[in-house]
C-alpha cells in the first residue's frame, strides 16, 4: 500500500511540474500584432498626427520579413500581455525627413473620415530610411530602437512619460533626466540586441562592417575636433562641419559604449574660460576620463549606462528570447513609475523580487554598468535654471540656435555647470560640488545653507536659481516660444564664426606680408588698400578650399578611412597656383608675390585640418 501511495505522490509531483511548465510556456506564447503600414499627411488634430494608409506597403514588407524587425513585433505583441491595450495592431507611418520616434496616438483618415487612434501606438520612419536596411541609419536599426520606446510606453505606468526638465537634446553619454536616461537606454539597448540577434547575415555583416568603417574613418576627425577646442587660433573647421561627422560618431558610441560599458566614466572635459565652451566640449563626448567614475546619480542620468545594463541582463540570461523579455516587461508593468525613484533602481527591486534566485546576477550586473553597488537611496533631481544662450545641441558649436536657457540638476552638474550662475566663483563651485559628493548628494534645497567655504552671495544664487519660482518662469517662457532646430540657422553661425576666425588670421597675415616682404613696394596708401583687399579675397578663398576639403573628407569614405583634408587641399591649390602662374608669368613680380602670399596661406589652413 505505502508503495502505492508513494508512486501517487510521485506522479503528482511530475503533473504538478509539468502542469507549471506549460503555464509558464503558454504565458509567453502571444498572437502575433496585425502591422499596418501607413503615410504621414500634413494635417494634424488635437496635437495629434494624421495618418492615411500607405498604397504600397511591398518594399517595407519584404525588409520586415528578412530582418529582426520581425522579431522586434513578436516581443511588442509579448509585451501586450503586461499592457491595458485592447488592440493588437501596430502601425508604422513614414513620412519624408521624420525624425522618427515611437508614441502612442494619431488619427487614421480614411474614405475622408478620420478614427480615433488616439489609444493606438505607432512608430513614424522617414521613407528615406527604405532605401537602405544593412547600414546605421536604416530601418533594420532604427525600427527596433524605437520599438523599444512603444514597448516600455504600453506595459509602464503613465504610458512611461518622461519627467523632461534638461533643455538638451539627448546623447549617448549626456547626462539628463533619471526618465529619459531609461528610456532612451532602454531603447539604446533593444537597438543593439537587434544586430546582435540579426539572423540575416546580409544585413548583420554590413551593419559590422560599417561599424568599422565608422570606427576607422572617425579616429582621426575626432582627434581634430578636439585640437578645435584645445589649441589656439584654429579655424574650427571639424567643429563647423560637425554635423556631418557628429551622429556618425554618435552612432558608433551607442554600440561601442552600450557593449563595453564605459559609460559609467565620465567625459573628457577642459577647464576653458568660457564655461559653456567647456560644457559643450564635455558634451560631445570625444573621450571618456577613465580615471573618473560618475556618481550613481550621474550613472543613472545617463542613457548609455542604462543601455548596457539591458544588454547585459538580456545576454547574461538563459532561455529564449522570449522569455528574457517576458521577465523584463512583466518587472515594468508591476514596478516601473511607481514612485519618485531612479527607474532602473525600481527595476533592479522590482525584479529581485520577482526573480529572487537571480539576485547576485541583477547586483552584478547593476555594479558593472553603473560602477556602483546597488542602493535604493538616490538623491533627487533639484533643477537650477542658468539664463544666457546654450548650445544645447551638440552640434550647434556657435549657438546659433540662441537657445536662452541651460538647465541642470544639481545632483549631477559639474564645475563647469554652476559656473554659468552669474556671480558664482570658480572655489564656489569647486566647493558645491566637494561638499555635495562628501554627503551623497542634497536632500533638498535647504542644505545648500551648511555648505562650509562657500560665499553666502553663491548660496542665495544657488536658492534663488533652485526655485520654484524660477522653474516656472522658464518652463512657462519656453512654453510660450518655438524653439525650432534649423540646420540654416546653424549653418549660418558656423559661417559667421569662420569669417571672424579668417579676419583675425587676415591681421596676422597681412602684416606678416607688409613688414617683411612687400613693404618696399608699397608706392602709396592706396596701393597699400587695393593689395590689402586682393589679398583678403585670396584668403578668404583659401579658407573657403580648406573648409570644403574637411567637410568632403567627412562625408567620403574610401575603403575604412576618410580622405585626407590636407591632401585634398593641398591638390586644389596645387592645380589653382599652378594655373594662375601661368596666366601671370610673364610679369616675374605678380609670379614672386603670388608664390609667397600662397606659401604663406598654407600653413594657416594645414594648421586648422591637421
Same mark, same amino acid.
Given at each position: +500500500?505505502?508503495?502505492?501511495?508513494?508512486?501517487?505522490?510521485?506522479?503528482?509531483?511530475?503533473?504538478?511540474?509539468?502542469?507549471?511548465?506549460?503555464?509558464?510556456?503558454?504565458?509567453?506564447?502571444?498572437?502575433?500584432?496585425?502591422?499596418?503600414?501607413?503615410?504621414?499627411?500634413? /494635417?494634424?488634430?488635437?496635437?495629434?498626427?494624421?495618418?492615411?494608409?500607405?498604397?504600397?506597403?511591398?518594399?517595407?514588407?519584404?525588409?520586415?520579413?528578412?530582418?529582426?524587425?520581425?522579431k522586434s513585433v513578436e516581443l511588442y505583441g509579448q509585451a501586450l500581455q503586461y499592457s491595458n491595450l485592447d488592440s493588437k495592431d501596430i502601425y508604422f507611418a513614414f513620412r519624408q525627413n521624420s525624425g522618427c520616434y515611437g508614441n502612442i496616438g494619431f488619427y487614421l483618415k480614411k474614405d475622408g473620415e478620420l478614427y480615433d487612434k488616439t489609444k493606438?501606438?505607432?512608430?513614424?520612419?522617414?521613407?528615406?530610411?527604405?532605401?537602405?536596411?544593412?547600414?546605421?541609419?536604416?530601418?533594420?536599426?532604427?525600427?527596433?530602437?524605437? +520599438?523599444?520606446?512603444?514597448?516600455?510606453?504600453?506595459?509602464?505606468?503613465?504610458?512611461?512619460?518622461? %519627467?523632461?526638465?534638461?533643455?538638451?537634446?539627448?546623447?549617448?553619454?549626456?547626462?539628463?533626466?533619471?526618465?529619459?536616461?531609461?528610456?532612451?537606454?532602454?531603447?539604446?539597448?533593444?537597438?543593439?540586441?537587434?544586430?546582435?540577434? /540579426?539572423?540575416?547575415?546580409?544585413?548583420?555583416?554590413?551593419?559590422?562592417?560599417?561599424?568599422?568603417?565608422?570606427?576607422?574613418?572617425?579616429?582621426?576627425?575626432?582627434?581634430?575636433?578636439?585640437?578645435?577646442?584645445?589649441?589656439?587660433?584654429?579655424?574650427?573647421?571639424?567643429?563647423?562641419?560637425?554635423?556631418?561627422?557628429?551622429?556618425?560618431?554618435?552612432?558608433?558610441?551607442?554600440?561601442?559604449?552600450?557593449?563595453?560599458?564605459?559609460?559609467?566614466?565620465?567625459?573628457?572635459?577642459?577647464?576653458? +574660460?568660457?564655461?559653456?565652451?567647456?560644457?559643450?566640449?564635455?558634451?560631445?563626448?570625444?573621450?571618456?576620463?577613465?580615471?573618473?567614475?560618475?556618481?550613481?546619480?550621474?550613472?543613472?542620468?545617463?542613457?548609455?549606462?542604462?543601455?548596457?545594463?539591458?544588454?547585459?541582463?538580456?545576454?547574461?540570461?538563459?532561455?529564449?528570447?522570449?522569455?528574457?523579455?517576458?521577465?523584463?516587461?512583466?518587472?515594468?508593468?508591476?514596478?516601473?513609475?511607481?514612485?519618485?525613484?531612479?527607474?532602473?533602481?525600481?527595476?533592479?527591486?522590482?525584479?529581485?523580487?520577482?526573480?529572487?534566485?537571480?539576485?547576485?546576477?541583477?547586483?552584478?550586473?547593476?555594479?558593472?554598468?553603473?560602477?556602483?553597488?546597488?542602493?535604493?537611496?538616490?538623491?533627487?533631481?533639484?533643477?537650477?535654471?542658468?539664463?544666457?544662450?546654450? !548650445?544645447?545641441?551638440?552640434?550647434?558649436?556657435?549657438?546659433?540656435?540662441?537657445?536662452?536657457?541651460?538647465?541642470?540638476?544639481?545632483?549631477?552638474?559639474?564645475?563647469?555647470?554652476?559656473?554659468?550662475?552669474?556671480?558664482?566663483?570658480? %572655489?564656489?563651485?569647486?566647493?558645491?560640488?566637494?561638499?555635495?559628493?562628501?554627503?551623497?548628494?542634497?536632500?533638498?534645497?535647504?542644505?545648500?545653507?551648511?555648505?562650509?567655504?562657500?560665499?553666502?552671495?553663491?548660496?542665495?544664487?544657488?536658492?534663488?536659481?533652485? !526655485?520654484?519660482?524660477?522653474?516656472?518662469?522658464?518652463?512657462?517662457?519656453? %512654453?510660450?516660444?518655438?524653439?525650432?532646430?534649423?540646420?540654416?540657422?546653424?549653418?549660418?553661425?558656423?559661417?559667421?564664426?569662420?569669417?571672424?576666425?579668417?579676419?583675425?588670421?587676415?591681421?596676422?597675415?597681412?602684416?606678416?606680408?607688409?613688414?617683411?616682404v612687400m613693404k618696399a613696394s608699397f608706392k602709396s596708401k592706396k596701393n597699400i588698400v587695393i593689395v590689402a583687399i586682393k589679398k583678403f579675397f585670396k584668403l578668404m578663398f583659401y579658407i573657403l578650399i580648406g573648409f570644403m576639403a574637411v567637410a568632403v573628407s567627412s562625408i567620403i569614405v574610401i575603403g575604412n578611412r576618410t580622405l585626407n583634408p590636407?591632401?585634398?587641399?593641398?591638390?586644389?591649390?596645387?592645380?589653382?597656383?599652378?594655373?594662375?602662374?601661368?596666366?601671370?608669368?610673364?610679369?616675374?613680380?605678380?609670379?614672386?608675390? !603670388?608664390?609667397?602670399?600662397?606659401?604663406?596661406?598654407?600653413?594657416?589652413?594645414?594648421?586648422?585640418?591637421?
Amino acid at each position: +500500500m505505502k508503495k502505492y501511495i508513494f508512486l501517487l505522490i510521485f506522479a503528482l509531483c511530475i503533473m504538478s511540474f509539468a502542469i507549471e511548465e506549460d503555464v509558464s510556456a503558454e504565458e509567453i506564447i502571444t498572437e502575433k500584432p496585425n502591422v499596418i503600414v501607413l503615410k504621414g499627411t500634413d /494635417e494634424t488634430k488635437d496635437g495629434f498626427p494624421v495618418y492615411e494608409l500607405m498604397d504600397d506597403d511591398k518594399l517595407f514588407m519584404d525588409i520586415y520579413n528578412k530582418s529582426f524587425i520581425k522579431k522586434s513585433v513578436e516581443l511588442y505583441g509579448q509585451a501586450l500581455q503586461y499592457s491595458n491595450l485592447d488592440s493588437k495592431d501596430i502601425y508604422f507611418a513614414f513620412r519624408q525627413n521624420s525624425g522618427c520616434y515611437g508614441n502612442i496616438g494619431f488619427y487614421l483618415k480614411k474614405d475622408g473620415e478620420l478614427y480615433d487612434k488616439t489609444k493606438s501606438p505607432h512608430i513614424e520612419l522617414s521613407t528615406g530610411q527604405l532605401k537602405n536596411y544593412n547600414d546605421l541609419e536604416s530601418i533594420t536599426q532604427i525600427l527596433p530602437h524605437e +520599438m523599444g520606446h512603444v514597448i516600455q510606453k504600453v506595459t509602464t505606468s503613465n504610458n512611461g512619460e518622461i %519627467n523632461q526638465n534638461v533643455v538638451d537634446i539627448h546623447y549617448s553619454n549626456i547626462q539628463t533626466e533619471y526618465s529619459t536616461a531609461f528610456c532612451e537606454g532602454f531603447g539604446e539597448h533593444f537597438e543593439v540586441i537587434s544586430r546582435m540577434y /540579426e539572423e540575416n547575415n546580409e544585413i548583420k555583416n554590413g551593419i559590422y562592417k560599417e561599424i568599422e568603417r565608422i570606427e576607422n574613418s572617425t579616429k582621426s576627425i575626432v582627434n581634430s575636433a578636439s585640437r578645435d577646442f584645445t589649441l589656439p587660433l584654429r579655424l574650427d573647421y571639424y567643429r563647423e562641419v560637425s554635423q556631418f561627422w557628429q551622429q556618425k560618431y554618435e552612432n558608433l558610441k551607442r554600440h561601442e559604449l552600450g557593449l563595453s560599458g564605459d559609460g559609467k566614466y565620465k567625459n573628457l572635459s577642459y577647464d576653458f +574660460m568660457d564655461p559653456e565652451k567647456s560644457i559643450l566640449y564635455r558634451n560631445m563626448g570625444l573621450y571618456q576620463d577613465k580615471t573618473k567614475m560618475k556618481s550613481l546619480e550621474q550613472s543613472l542620468s545617463t542613457e548609455i549606462v542604462v543601455s548596457n545594463f539591458f544588454i547585459k541582463l538580456i545576454t547574461t540570461d538563459t532561455g529564449e528570447l522570449n522569455e528574457r523579455y517576458s521577465k523584463v516587461f512583466n518587472v515594468f508593468n508591476k514596478y516601473l513609475n511607481k514612485d519618485s525613484k531612479p527607474q532602473l533602481i525600481e527595476f533592479v527591486s522590482g525584479y529581485i523580487k520577482e526573480y529572487t534566485k537571480e539576485k547576485e546576477r541583477l547586483l552584478q550586473i547593476f555594479k558593472d554598468s553603473t560602477g556602483h553597488d546597488f542602493t535604493e537611496e538616490c538623491a533627487p533631481e533639484i533643477w537650477c535654471i542658468s539664463e544666457g544662450e546654450h !548650445s544645447n545641441i551638440i552640434f550647434d558649436q556657435f549657438r546659433g540656435l540662441k537657445f536662452p536657457y541651460y538647465i541642470f540638476n544639481i545632483n549631477t552638474c559639474e564645475k563647469e555647470d554652476l559656473l554659468r550662475l552669474k556671480g558664482i566663483s570658480k %572655489n564656489d563651485a569647486e566647493g558645491i560640488i566637494t561638499y555635495r559628493d562628501k554627503n551623497n548628494g542634497f536632500k533638498n534645497t535647504e542644505e545648500f545653507a551648511h555648505i562650509e567655504g562657500v560665499s553666502d552671495k553663491a548660496i542665495q544664487i544657488l536658492t534663488n536659481n533652485t !526655485s520654484k519660482e524660477q522653474i516656472e518662469k522658464v518652463t512657462s517662457t519656453m %512654453n510660450e516660444r518655438k524653439f525650432e532646430k534649423s540646420f540654416y540657422t546653424i549653418f549660418i553661425a558656423n559661417i559667421k564664426h569662420l569669417i571672424s576666425r579668417t579676419m583675425m588670421w587676415f591681421v596676422i597675415f597681412f602684416l606678416t606680408y607688409y613688414l617683411f616682404v612687400m613693404k618696399a613696394s608699397f608706392k602709396s596708401k592706396k596701393n597699400i588698400v587695393i593689395v590689402a583687399i586682393k589679398k583678403f579675397f585670396k584668403l578668404m578663398f583659401y579658407i573657403l578650399i580648406g573648409f570644403m576639403a574637411v567637410a568632403v573628407s567627412s562625408i567620403i569614405v574610401i575603403g575604412n578611412r576618410t580622405l585626407n583634408p590636407i591632401i585634398i587641399f593641398i591638390t586644389v591649390i596645387f592645380i589653382y597656383e599652378g594655373i594662375t602662374l601661368l596666366v601671370i608669368r610673364k610679369d616675374k613680380l605678380k609670379v614672386r608675390d !603670388s608664390i609667397i602670399s600662397t606659401l604663406m596661406i598654407i600653413p594657416i589652413i594645414i594648421y586648422s585640418q591637421y
